[in-house]
């Protein structure tokens, strides 16, 4: 019940908006309280000793198909379940002053998108996963074209084109495993059944050559998502056109909902896919990690190019996405584990990182990066928060950013010597483009033109205080959100060792 709670709160809450007057503010923002609070007692009550799924509901939706209303968390949902809902409230705040045109419909539109985020991560039946998946590209897609910036229409239409595309490949692989799961009347979307069915010898679901086209079909679905090279050309542009809030959304919580995706479905579902293209024969069997090396070196160079503060933003998410690829490539229990504690820090990370973009840009009405300089005599507070923010993502030990990235490493490096290797020219560059950046925004001389500009005001502090401490916090003590995931990836890893 709290579960189901926590994911329809909101869009009762987008219900509420519609009905009432814009200046109901309040509301909104309890709105968003709720299902934080809901994710905060269901992160501390889950039991960290058990790798089953738990606060389990499991009803019947559309019987004629078998489709079932099957919601539960474990480790690894329960902690992205905690990030999404933590980012809601942060987003609202951050909203509040910038959205002039629309509130309604924004807020609206938000709260319905939350709801599609909640619902996907809790999500136990194949055909609800995939409503809630599709449920947040239109809503998305709204608050790029309208509330975006001066090319939001291209960049919305650019998204919506290249998730659909995404979208449709799982439809085809759905209904592929739907229709091999068993006899008609016996076929079934319910995910732990058919996470069973395919490890069963003999299953049809248990043959290679179809696990190999079916996990092509989700894996380019999420790819898109992630997004993985090439797939990734939609994610610069959606970035820069988007209000501050969406590109935390964004970064923060649907970039994961690829790689959440390529845990529960690709790795979970199809272990004869995934040793294919992680440990087969010829070039297919690297294809995975050398993937996440491309999306590390690429992504990291094309930051260090970007003379745009968001932009450069945006193509680092490209590069520490790799490292997550690169960690669940290796099947191993470090590099997973390396990889959905990555997963989890960069939404933390890169939430900070564009709410820190959005309040330069509030108040310069620009993102230049050399149009700066000297703004930390100016603003030391913002100075000092983004200096932190940079020094998390470039994995600066003690920080949150270091360990997800060197636990994805260290497991890789067993598998993929010298991609592993190789990958570490990211870390390199990373810290380049962030220190430069660092250098020409708030170091030498005040740029005359902003001798009066305005400190970091409560609110927009308010909005970057929680993730500030979850990066100390993780930092020094990632066994936090290691113990709650734990034992779900010691499962997975068992599973894919047992092929």
């Known amino acids: 019940m709290l579960l189901s709670l926590m994911i329809f709160i909101p869009l009762l809450g987008m219900i509420a908006v ?6 109901s503010e309040e509301l909104i923002k309890r709105v968003t309280l709720i299902p934080l609070a809901l994710a ?3 992160f501390i009550s889950y039991d960290r000793s058990t790798a089953g799924t738990q606060y389990v509901v499991n009803a019947p939706w559309i019987d004629a198909f078998n489709i079932q209303y099957h919601i539960g968390i474990d480790g ?6 905690l990030l999404t809902a933590l980012l809601g409230p942060i987003c609202v705040i951050a909203s509040w002053r910038n959205i002039e045109k629309g509130i309604k419909a924004y807020m609206a539109l938000f709260l319905l998108l939350e709801t599609g985020m909640l619902g996907f991560f809790a999500a136990l039946d194949l055909f609800l996963f995939y409503v809630f998946f599709e449920l947040t590209l239109l809503p998305m897609y709204f608050l790029i074209g309208i509330w975006g910036g001066p090319r939001r229409e291209y960049a919305a239409i650019k998204f919506f084109l290249y998730t659909l595309f995404g979208s449709v490949l799982m439809l085809v692989a759905m209904i592929a495993v739907y229709l091999n799961s068993g006899d008609p009347g016996a076929r079934t979307f319910d995910i732990p059944t058919l996470i069973a069915l395919a490890s069963t010898e003999g299953h049809a679901l248990n043959n290679l050559n179809f696990q190999i086209w079916v996990f092509l079909g989700f894996f380019i679905g999420f790819a898109v998502k992630v997004p993985i090279f090439p797939f990734h050309t939609w994610l610069p542009d959606a970035h820069v056109e988007a209000p501050t809030a969406i590109s935390v959304i964004l970064a923060g919580i649907l970039l994961k909902m ?6 529960r479905v690709n790795m979970a579902m199809f272990p004869l896919g995934l040793d294919h293209f992680t440990n087969g024969i010829g070039f297919w069997g690297n294809s995975l ?3 996440g090396f491309i999306n590390i070196v690429y992504g990291s160079f094309c930051a260090l190019a970007q003379t745009d503060f968001k932009k450069l933003v945006a193509y680092s998410s490209i590069g520490h996405m790799g490292f997550v690829i690169l960690g669940l490539a290796a099947r191993n229990d470090t590099g997973i584990t390396g990889a959905i504690l990555q997963m989890f820090n960069h939404g933390v990370i890169s939430a900070m990182l564009f709410l820190l973009v959005g309040v330069l840009y509030d108040r310069a009405h620009h993102r ?3 149009g700066f300089g000297g703004l930390g005599t100016r603003m030391p507070v913002y100075t000092g928060i983004t200096t932190l923010a940079f020094m998390a993502s470039l994995g600066l030990p003690g920080l949150s950013g270091f360990v997800g990235e060197a636990l994805s490493l260290l497991g890789a490096y067993d598998e993929f010597k010298w991609l592993t290797i190789l990958s570490t020219i990211g870390i390199v560059v990373g810290a380049a483009y962030f220190l430069w950046t660092l250098q020409r925004v708030f170091l030498g001389n005040l740029n005359p033109k902003y001798e009066d500009l305005p400190e970091i005001n409560g609110r927009e502090i308010l909005t970057l205080v929680p993730l500030a401490i979850l990066t100390i916090l993780l930092g020094v003590w990632p066994n936090l959100a290691i113990d709650m995931f734990r034992e779900s990836v010691t499962n997975l890893v068992n599973v894919l060792q047992a092929i």
Not at 18 to 23: F, H, K, T, V
């Open 368 to 370: 230049e990066i050399n």
């Open 18 to 23: 519609l009905l009432l007057p814009r200046e």
């Open 40 to 42: 905060v007692y269901l």
């Open 258 to 263: 690829g790689t959440y995706g390529l845990v």
């Open 76 to 81: 690894l949902s329960v902690t992205l379940l």
């Open 289 to 291: 990690a050398l993937l």
